[in-house]
Nanobody, 114 residues
Framework: QVQLVEAGGGLVEAGGSLRLSCTAS????????MAWYRQAPGKQHDLVAS???????NYADSVKDRFTISRDNAKKTVYLQMNSLKFDDTAVYYC????????WGQGTQVTVSS
């Protein structure tokens, strides 16, 4: 069974930084587009950033120039470096494949205090 385990969330003041990680249970993710999504209370999963197996990246306009997605295929891990965090970045963050997704993991809560 495929599992995705996210970590690195927490409580941070506006303007601060966090680094999220997501480790997959299977190497199949090394050949798939991966992405970070976030879900605010009462809302759907929104795409934050995506990365191809070769490292090409795309970002939502709201996080462009603040967030950086990266991956280490050997470690089956995807990262999200988040800088200049804003209150509106508060959400549960998930990683998954892109554009189709597997079962969602438990996510990691990011809370930005204003």
């Amino acid at each position: 069974q495929v599992q995705l385990v996210e970590a690195g969330g927490g409580l941070v003041e506006a303007g601060g930084s966090l680094r999220l990680s997501c480790t997959a249970s299977t190497s199949i993710f090394s050949i798939r587009n991966m992405a970070w999504y976030r879900q605010a209370p009462g809302k759907q999963h929104d795409l934050v950033a995506s990365i191809t197996p070769g490292g090409h990246t795309n970002y939502a306009d709201s996080v462009k120039d603040r967030f950086t997605i990266s991956r280490d295929n050997a470690k089956k891990t995807v990262y999200l470096q988040m800088n200049s965090l804003k209150f509106d970045d508060t959400a549960v963050y998930y990683c998954n494949t892109y554009p189709t997704v597997y079962v969602w993991g438990q996510g990691t809560q990011v809370t930005v205090s204003s």
